[in-house]
């Protein structure tokens, strides 16, 4: 072969590896020094369905004005289809260069995630997790669901334990979505372990009022309930209000446990109606933001980043003080 097509032929292979492996950090250009100022993130939020969420939102929209990070917020109104446009929307935009995503289901995600490494984008998962697709997205920064439903499992126990019925309702969140799986996982692990019975459960959409009207729904059919499981605050609060309606004491007659510890269940358990209630942090965008940097610059993460939780009670001596030293 000449040295002439050897040459040509060289240039065509450096091309190809220069082009072929164009990701984010190149695309950066700054990489492996950008900065926040360098960072797009195109977030996808689910929709506006309570406490914890808005928190979620204000973590994310506030500590990018501290950063001075450019935030492009979308707003997935709790709509699958809506979330999944989006994502292409930021995946056709060319300032984005890290997606950030709250996924309202566990599943939906492969073409636009394929689509998303064919153009070089970042993904993050934040809040919830997805089924498979490891390989697409840099790393996960939220909580371990499972691990919140066992926990509310081990406190309905302890306080059923000596009951000689154990029947407990579940208020699921949206159906598909991680928490709402995971937390049930996790609740009749430990639940079960005790002789607990879950004998109904069904979802309420994180939403106060079809958590009220499920539970009325179900206490029209009996009042043989010993405990209610609110995958959230908001469900929960449903609940409490439908067991007053129906003449039963909430958090006496029947235990109530929450997730997400808002400072809506501080003062429901201040006021004596709920009992426990299991954390859930919203507080993810600093965690998210740093990781996002991170991988623009190149580096690898592990791909699960925990969030820190803790779970609180309404007979905690120094209940009031934890309730006024609180963000959200
Ligand atoms: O993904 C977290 C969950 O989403 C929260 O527990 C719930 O309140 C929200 O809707």
Same mark, same amino acid.
């Given at each position: ?214 539970? &009325? %729904?179900? *206490?029209?059919?009996?009042? =043989? @309930?010993?405990? #209610? ?6 469900? +929960? $609060?449903? /609940?409490?209000?439908?067991?007053? &309606? %129906?003449? *039963?004491?909430?958090?006496? =007659? @029947?235990?109530? #446990? ?6 809506? +269940? $501080?003062? /429901? ?24 940097? +991170? ?27 934890? +309730? ?5």
């Amino acid at each position: 072969m000449s040295h002439l097509k050897k040459l040509v032929f060289l240039i065509i292979i450096a091309v190809i590896v220069l082009v072929g492996c164009s990701s984010a950090e190149e695309e950066a250009g700054c990489s492996p020094n950008c900065t926040y100022d360098d960072l797009v993130v195109g977030f996808l939020q689910t929709g506006s369905e309570g406490g914890w969420r808005a928190a979620n939102t204000a973590s994310f929209k506030e500590t990018a004005e501290q950063l001075g990070l450019t935030l492009k917020f979308y707003d997935s109104q709790n709509d699958l289809a809506k979330q999944v446009a989006g994502f292409q929307q930021f995946i056709e935009d060319p300032e984005v260069n890290v997606i950030v995503m709250s996924p309202l289901e566990v599943t939906g995600w492969d073409q636009v995630l394929e689509d998303a490494e064919t153009a070089g984008k970042i993904v993050v998962l934040s809040d919830r997790r997805i089924d498979g697709n490891e390989d697409k997205y840099v790393t996960f920064v939220g909580a371990d669901f499972v691990e919140e439903g066992r926990k509310a499992g081990t406190e309905m126990c302890k306080m059923l334990e000596g009951s000689e019925s154990k029947i407990v309702w579940e208020l699921q969140g949206n159906v598909g979505a991680a928490p709402a799986i995971d937390r049930g996982t996790g609740f009749r692990e430990t639940a079960e372990e005790c002789g607990i019975e879950v004998t109904k459960t069904q979802t309420a959409n994180w939403s106060i009022l079809e958590g009220k009207q499920v539970t &009325e %729904a179900w *206490l029209k059919e009996t009042q =043989d @309930v010993q405990g #209610i499981f609110g995958q959230n605050d908001e469900m +929960a $609060f449903g /609940a409490i209000e439908a067991l007053r &309606e %129906a003449g *039963l004491v909430p958090a006496e =007659d @029947v235990k109530i #446990i929450s997730v997400d510890a808002t400072s809506g +269940a $501080f003062q /429901a358990m201040l006021d004596g109606t709920l009992n426990v209630t299991v954390e859930c942090n919203p507080l993810l965008a600093p965690q998210v933001y740093e990781a996002s940097l +991170a991988a623009l610059n190149g580096e690898t993460l592990p791909k699960w980043i925990p969030s820190e939780e803790s779970v609180f009670f309404m007979d905690d001596p120094n209940l009031q003080s934890i +309730a006024d030293g609180r963000k959200y």
